[in-house]
């Protein structure tokens, strides 16, 4: 039995017996989400090579899992005409369908099985939340334990003697030697100094567009890094950027950096750089200058850094609800995955999640969302957290300019559905809008050459020709940091 029938055979219970409506609806809901969760995961393989078969082939595979699970939704009918419980319900973890009352929800509202959380799962000893094991962490002066990172990041806090988090009333003397060469490292809850760099420029400027969102739309970046260990000492290289980054332009010092610890990251040679926050412009033309002269690349490894990634907070206040739910819906859409997938440079993990299953009408949430592409748990900011850490300039970027040309896309509209958001919508926002102020995600885009086939309709002729214009002109006069593109990180 395929699912057409499955579900036509329960609209003509529900249809027909208003007792058993709620039920067989849930059971409709199931098998669709389950489609969707098989097809999603066997499309993803498919496309990123993990086997060599065909489309055909795939599609086979598909239809033969889903309607081994329509045959077991068809029996539960049975017992659903009995008025029998609904026991039915498919493992995150394992990608198995149970028919069991018992079940586990995780933090991120993930369902798994008993198995499923004896092997990779874990209860926060403070919040009691259920979390994978990846995300579990333990206090120095008691290892056995388990928290969520959360918990810790709210009640902890990192020693530089030990290298390694106590409880916040745990005190340590030896935490004061200056010796000891993680000492310069700030705890990973302190929070950076706001500066709204570029603010009083766009307020005393022409009041254009770009002015008018400099002065509500600020960024601020995270940058996870990885020291290299033939070089000088993590000390030295913290020394070096905050030397570097934390001077204005006059020589007075201003806190525009912090360097601090991140669990997620390797103990001895990780940290992460966090800067102020910023207009678009700003990081664009002045922020970031002085880091990339100095060539990160000779002392630490990023895209190839041990966990590391590139988190982009935006304010949250330039939105309003319904835009918010949008910017949800469009970084949540499975037919979007593939090219943020491209642009950021890797998948889905443990600290960065797809949720297939988001809705105009799911909740933003203030609680529980941090391990999201795309994040609603700070109070003041918003951040997209999918991007592979990476410091050759180009990319890093293309990062930026997605996040802002997506942020503009959507400010420009108040719709309040998902319709509209395909990334192909998206696209054509970029191209009507295009500006030599996004070329480095555009020199991504033609390459990967997504635009080739509007060169052909001639409706989109004049736009291609501009959107090729700016292409060529960033190519003649950026020759070297394109060069840098290409070569390798070790």
């Known amino acids: 039995m395929n699912i057409r029938n499955v579900i036509e055979r329960l609209r003509k219970i529900y249809n027909s017996d208003s007792e058993n409506f709620t039920k067989c609806e849930l059971m409709e809901n199931i098998l669709r989400a389950y489609q969707r969760s098989i097809e999603d995961r066997i499309m993803k393989k498919f496309h990123n090579g993990f086997f060599d078969i065909s489309i055909h082939t795939t599609r086979s595979i598909i239809r033969k899992k889903i309607n081994a699970i329509a045959d077991l939704i068809n029996m539960q009918i049975e017992g659903l005409l009995d008025n029998s419980n609904i026991n039915l319900f498919v493992c995150y973890e394992e990608n198995q369908f149970y028919v069991s009352d018992y079940f586990l929800t995780t933090t991120d509202n993930r369902t798994i099985s008993q198995d499923a959380y004896e092997n990779d799962y874990f209860t926060c000893t403070d919040c009691e939340n259920i979390c994978h094991i990846d995300d579990s962490r333990t206090y120095y002066e008691n290892e056995s334990d388990l928290y969520c990172y959360d918990c810790i990041s709210d009640n902890g806090w990192h020693c530089d003697y030990h290298d390694d988090t106590h409880h916040s009333d745990y005190h340590c003397d030896e935490n004061e030697d200056e010796d000891n060469p993680n000492y310069n490292l700030d705890d990973y809850n302190e929070r950076i100094f706001l500066h709204f760099l570029g603010k009083a420029i766009a307020e005393a400027g022409i009041q254009n567009a770009n002015v008018l ?12 890094l990885h020291t290299r260990h033939e070089v000088i000492s993590r000390y030295d290289i913290v020394e070096k950027f905050r030397d570097t980054m934390n001077y204005n332009d006059v020589g007075n010092h201003k806190e525009f950096i912090l360097c601090k610890h991140d669990g997620s990251l390797h103990a001895d040679h990780g940290f992460e750089l966090v800067s102020t926050n910023a207009t678009f412009h700003y990081h664009k033309q002045k922020f970031w200058n002085k880091f990339f002269e100095l060539n990160p690349n000779e002392f630490v490894k990023a895209y190839h850094g041990y966990n590391c990634g590139i ?34 440079g890797r998948d889905e993990n443990n600290y960065c999640r797809f949720h297939s299953m988001i809705d105009f009408n799911s909740s933003i949430r203030t609680h529980g969302s941090k391990y999201s592409v795309i994040n609603f748990d700070n109070t003041d900011t918003v951040e997209i957290r999918i991007f592979r850490s990476n ?3 180009i990319s890093f970027f293309r990062y930026l300019e997605f996040v802002h040309t997506v942020n503009l896309w959507i400010r420009s509209n108040h719709q309040n559905n998902a319709d509209n958001l395909h990334h192909n919508d998206y696209f054509d926002w970029l191209l009507k809008n295009v500006h030599k102020d996004y070329a480095n995600l555009l020199i991504f885009l033609d390459d990967k050459e997504h635009f080739e ?17 700016i292409v060529h002109d960033f190519r003649i006069n950026n020759s070297e940091l394109i060069n840098q593109e290409l070569e390798r990180e070790n």
């Open 213 to 224: 969102i400099d002065s509500v739309l600020f960024y601020g970046i995270e940058v996870e």
């Open 453 to 469: 086939h509007l060169k052909h309709i001639e409706e989109w002729k004049t736009i291609y020709s501009n959107f090729k214009d």
């Open 391 to 393: 410091i050759k300039q």
């Open 311 to 344: 988190h982009i907070h935006f304010s949250r206040s330039a939105f309003t609800d319904n835009q918010l739910r949008r910017l949800n819906c469009f970084y949540n859409n499975p037919q979007n995955r593939n090219l943020i997938v491209e642009i950021a």
